[in-house]
């Protein structure tokens, strides 16, 4: 018996998904306008949008030059090279944001001003250096380092595999051609691979978004941290998380289809 003709597939199916989450979006804002207790609570939290966006893409941007290096070490022809990225990578990644955070809060802050003050004691005793003390590395700094430190092992992944996806024999023909080897990266490699890059990359960059909030438990004033104070004076719990959840999920679902949309021009630019 034969089978029933199907209907043909358009060549993209209509985002059902996000024309709900669009009018939900646009139904709850609408409804905090008009609401004076979670229009008070918005005007609190939203304070903390300038923190959260700062620690995101600064992190964001040391994490992805830490990783490019650490990449470019696991790529090298030095096998200590290959072996100290490959240690820094497994550590790093095994060890949770959170743990990370604290570690570099509370250990690598108050080592890093004793090494210092050790290194600057002759400078000190001159008068040149006035000795720094923990107190000096703010709380924020010490969040931006961890969250560059624990995403610069993945990313360093992400360029790796990249990096390596280049068929090999595309370099032979630039050092035929007597490229040097930053010239072979720049011009070869580099353009080839954030083709390959660009989509976990920009996944790193929203989950980073994410776990921006997570420096809230140092005290920087994120959006986070706004809600958990208000939330802990007027103990309006519910009103207070749901409008933090709203925010990042207007913050996230938007990063998201940019980078959708950044990702389908470039296979488009690609096909031509």
Same mark, same amino acid.
């Given at each position: 018996?034969?089978?029933?003709?199907? !209907?043909p597939? *358009?060549?993209?199916?209509f985002?059902?998904?996000? =024309?709900?989450?669009?009018?939900?979006?646009?139904?709850?804002a609408?409804?905090?306008? +008009?609401?004076?207790?979670?229009a008070?609570?918005?005007?609190?939290?939203?304070?903390?949008? &300038?923190?959260?966006?700062?620690? *995101?893409? /600064?992190?964001f941007?040391? @994490?992805s *030059? %830490? &990783?490019?290096l650490?990449a470019?070490?696991?790529l090298s022809?030095?096998?200590?090279l290959r072996?100290?990225?490959?240690? $820094?990578v497994?550590?790093i990644r095994? /060890?949770?944001i959170l743990?990370?955070?604290?570690?570099? #809060?509370?250990? &690598? !802050?108050? #080592?890093?001003? =004793?090494?210092?003050?050790?290194? *600057?004691?002759?400078?000190?005793e001159?008068? %040149?250096?006035?000795?720094l003390?923990v107190?000096?590395?703010?709380?924020?700094?010490?969040?931006?380092?961890?969250?560059?430190i624990?995403?610069?092992?993945?990313?360093?992944?992400?360029?790796?595999?990249?990096?390596?996806?280049?068929?090999?024999?595309?370099?032979e023909?630039?050092?035929?051609?007597?490229?040097?080897?930053?010239?072979r990266?720049?011009?070869i490699?580099l353009?080839?691979?954030?083709?390959t890059?660009?989509?976990?990359l920009g996944?790193?960059?929203? =989950?980073?978004?994410?776990?921006?909030?997570?420096?809230?438990?140092?005290?920087v !004033?994120d959006?986070?941290q706004?809600?958990?104070v208000?939330a802990?004076?007027?103990?309006?719990?519910?009103?207070? $998380? !749901?409008?933090?959840?709203?925010?990042y999920?207007? %913050? +996230?679902?938007?990063?998201?289809? @940019?980078l959708?949309?950044?990702?389908?021009?470039m296979?488009?630019?690609?096909g031509?």
């Open positions: 018996m034969q089978a029933p003709p199907t !209907a597939r *358009t060549k993209a199916d985002p059902w998904w996000l =024309a709900v989450a669009a009018a939900i979006a646009v139904a709850v609408v409804f905090v306008a +008009t609401n004076d207790l979670y008070q609570v918005f005007s609190t939290v939203i304070q903390g949008l &300038g923190i959260t966006i700062f620690v *995101t893409l /600064v992190g941007s040391l @994490a *030059t %830490l &990783g490019l650490v470019l070490m696991g022809g030095s096998i200590w072996q100290i990225s490959r240690f $820094y497994e550590v095994g /060890v949770p743990v990370l955070l604290f570690w570099i #809060a509370f250990v &690598g !802050a108050p #080592a890093f001003v =004793a090494g210092w003050n050790a290194l *600057t004691a002759s400078l000190q001159a008068g %040149l250096l006035k000795p003390h107190r000096d590395v703010s709380l924020l700094w010490r969040a931006i380092m961890a969250l560059t624990g995403y610069s092992a993945f990313i360093a992944e992400v360029f790796r595999a990249g990096i390596q996806s280049v068929e090999a024999g595309q370099i023909a630039a050092k035929a051609l007597g490229l040097s080897r930053f010239q990266f720049r011009l490699v353009p080839q691979a954030i083709r890059i660009l989509p976990p996944n790193d960059f929203v =989950a980073m978004v994410k776990d921006s909030s997570l420096v809230s438990v140092l005290g !004033a959006i986070t706004m809600g958990k208000y802990t004076g007027s103990f309006r719990f519910f009103e207070t $998380y !749901a409008i933090v959840a709203y925010i999920l207007v %913050l +996230t679902l938007s990063l998201s289809l @940019a959708r949309a950044l990702e389908r021009r296979r488009k630019g690609r031509a």
